[in-house]
């Protein structure tokens, strides 16, 4: 099949690879961007911190910490321009959705449409987004949330960065609410959401990993070390892939990472020095982090760790 430059290019931009080794994989793989991503690892020419599939979109990512209803929530709405994003009425629309999704607790992006609009239940959400469209002349969507309610024991944070280009949601387990409030406890939790938004972490803790992407990036480990060249007995192999393996961990899951403001500690270890300092057993729950326009070509989902 014909390689076209726009491939070529589309596939250098998600790997970092040089243009003749992204059209060869292509070539190779009959125009699989997939196996061509796979086939630039392995070979030592791709940056596997690149994530596939990120393409510009406008909106905005936004958050609420609503105590009325007893609920947390960040959700994206794409819109068209950075124009309309700026603008007060369709930011206004944004806080009128997160409301509701505090309120009304939908299951999904398909079932928010279909809701009662909490605020005039003459319309559905789906209604509500579309009069906007037509008020202000662009399609939007709404296109993910998270909800986490907010219950005895847990205590939630939310952080925006970049005016809406980045959103993080995070949970954390502590038994004395009165201290939620209090340093350290409050340092930690704020400092965190920022660490979330900076570093980028995919899990948060290994066992999270699903098996395929760890057989995945074993696969990839072993391929770049054979590369190499010498034969090293099959021991040794797994030895080296192993450390990679872990290397993977530090990289994607929250608790192994270094923390971003001290990185001569990780952030569990971090999480484990502020629970002695305040004399309680605390961890990190769950979180949530949405990019704009991350992976908007694919069907909209919710996500969540």
Known sequence: MTITAEQVAKLRERTGAGMMDCKKALTEHGGDFDKAIDHLRKKGMANASKKAGRTAKEGTVFSLIDTANKAAVIVEVNCETDFVAKNDQFQKFVSDIASHIAKANPENPTALLAQKFSADPSKTVDELVKNQIATLGENMMVRRFVRYPITAGKEVKSYIHMGGKVGVLLEMNLADSSKASQEPFAGLIRDLTMHVAAASP????????????????????????????????????????????????????????????????????????????????????????????????????????
């Open 202 to 305: 995919l899990y948060l803790k290994s066992d999270e990993v699903p098996a395929d992407i760890i057989a995945k990036e074993k696969e990839i480990a072993l391929a770049q070390v054979q590369a190499q060249g010498g034969n090293k007995p099959a021991d040794v192999l797994e030895k080296i892939a192993s450390g990679k393996i872990n290397k993977y961990f530090e990289e994607t899951c929250l608790i192994k990472q270094k923390f971003i403001k001290d990185d001569k500690k990780t952030v569990e270890a971090l999480v484990n020095e502020t629970g002695k300092a305040i004399g309680e057993a605390i961890s990190i729950s769950r979180f949530a982090r949405f990019v704009l326009g991350e992976g908007v070509e694919a069907a909209p989902e919710d996500t969540q760790h």
